[in-house]
């Protein structure tokens, strides 16, 4: 799962580094630092932070990446609505986190469950922790093909400064696949998770085309192996498509890089063989018996 920025993205962060410059006064000199700040093993001179904005050294571009975004988000709130466009280009799901903050959305749902750090705390001890799920893909192809996507998923730990759960899934993207097995061919999504009464929510956004995904799961209010919800999501032909998906939860995984080898496509028969335990009404996940498991919204 190496990140690298598309053209469009690199393009958008070398305006947006020039904006901050003009703008707010942010210097190379505050660029290379931050930079250094998120590199462990090396430091980097300003020729060549210089050399990664102009698109060179690609295993290097998340630390720019991030480093900018720290420079960004203190200058968030006086920020031009155009320029606001370049961030939301560069930080598509970053962004889109941003407006569910500033529209004070996280605190109406805060208040509206009833939400306190206390509640939030033990929701995390719960639930944080690396995940795979599975659900039918929008690209069935018969009960006999690989038309079950497990993707994985992580539900970080609370921060104390905020308002609800942050979370990132991966999951394989099969039209990319068949035209480069060996690439970079997956979706990354990242968004907000909350709890409300005897469910958790999730709102995502696919960090390459912006759209949602959102999902509701069961809230069993203790620490869980595996749990079941139902999710919504916008896809390329313009569908949204809700399905029943589950989740498993990976003990011997410490990192989403941990567990990349359950991203993958699998038959309903391995489904049965890998997701064995019981939640009630599991099993129609992986038999139709006159049901479908997905629903389309045309």
Known sequence: MT???NEDQLLAL???????????????????????????DRELTDAQISEIIAGQRPKLQIALYNAVKVLSDQYLDNIDPWAFSIYQEVYKANAHSAIFEKAGLSTMMAQASDLNFDKLQRFSNNYAGIYVYARFS????????????????EIKPHKSNEKFLRCVSYSQNRSLARRDPTGDNHNKFSGVIFPFNDYFY?????????????????????????????????????????????????????SLEDAKSYMKYITPEEFKQEFTFEIRDLENLGRFKGRTPLTSIE
């Open 138 to 153: 929008s690209q069935w192809e018969g009960e006999r093909e690989k038309s079950i996507l497990c993707g994985i998923m």
């Open 202 to 254: 999730e709102i995502c956004f696919d960090e390459e085309t912006g759209y949602p995904v959102f999902a509701a799961n069961k809230n069993f209010k203790r620490r869980v192996p595996n749990f079941a919800g139902i999710s919504m999501s916008r896809y390329s032909a313009g569908r949204m498509i809700s399905a029943r998906t589950v989740y498993r939860r990976l003990e011997d995984c410490k």
């Open 14 to 40: 070398r305006l947006l580094i020039t904006y901050l410059q003009k703008k707010f006064g942010v210097t190379r000199g505050d660029i290379t630092n931050n930079v250094n700040s998120q590199l462990e």
């Open 3 to 5: 990140f690298r920025l």
